[in-house]
């Protein structure tokens, strides 16, 4: 049973480019979530997506910051116009349809703004 | 919001023991334990939920204190491959469910030696 995953792994942007990063839950679980990690520091929750909703989006920005779980396909975490301020570590988790489960974590995509 | 934890760093000798504590200032519905290693993704060690039920890693225990809205990891006859960073994500539930959305503590790094 593969686990979650993630790509690109790293990705490299200049100031106002556009960044897409995919996460394919493991087979079976239907909840998606994204954190953040800047160097050195803890996780910090962005959002929760079940396939073609958004459930809970309190840790995003409010601006250029976007994020999907289509009904096929991958969930997409999407940032236009790219800052320094955004490289940071983005970790996305699953979890399988009942609530309670434990979030199994990808090995996330390591975004760099120059 | 952000649990606390401690202590912010440990260094053990293998063989030692060693606790962790994650305490919140609002009420809890679950507790989840990680472990991230440097440049990796966290990896799931044990989910504790209100009522007393328990998930995870054999070598691994932890307990929950509901009323006083803490935790604590046990680490019995620490090995190397116990290094790393130690994150509690905590969830303050809605009703009688997880929300899914976890806050992190800032982390406690654990260094075991020879």
């Known amino acids: ?114 | 919001q952000q649990p606390v934890q401690s202590p912010q760093a440990v260094i053990l000798r293998e063989g030692e023991d060693a606790v962790i504590n994650c305490s919140s200032s609002k009420a809890l519905y679950s507790v989840h334990w990680y472990r991230q290693k440097h440049g990796e993704a966290p990896v799931f060690l044990m989910i504790l939920l209100k009522g007393g039920e328990q998930k995870g890693h054999e070598k691994i225990s932890a307990s929950f204190n509901e009323k006083k809205q803490q935790s604590s990891l046990y680490l019995t006859a620490s090995q190397l491959s116990y290094s790393g960073t130690y994150f509690c994500g905590t969830d303050p539930g809605h009703g009688s469910s997880n929300t899914g959305k976890l806050i992190f503590g800032q982390g406690t790094t654990l260094q075991v030696k020879p």
């Not at chain 1, 909703?53 to 995003?60: A, C, L, Q, R, V």
Request: proline residues 8%; contains cysteine.
């Open chain 1, 1 to 114: 049973n593969a686990g979650v995953m993630q790509n690109p792994r790293h990705l490299v942007r200049r100031r106002g480019q556009e960044a897409r990063l995919r996460c394919s839950p493991m087979k079976g679980h239907s909840h998606v979530y994204w954190y953040r990690q800047l160097p050195e520091e803890g996780l910090k929750f962005m959002v929760y997506l079940q396939k073609e909703n958004i459930i809970d989006e309190s840790g995003m920005p409010k601006e250029r910051f976007s994020a999907e779980f289509p009904k096929e396909g991958p969930s997409i975490l999407r940032i236009q116009q790219v800052v320094r301020g955004d490289s940071a570590a983005y970790f996305c988790a699953s979890s399988p349809p009942s609530l309670g489960e434990t979030q199994y974590f990808g090995p996330g995509t390591r975004l760099l703004v120059l």
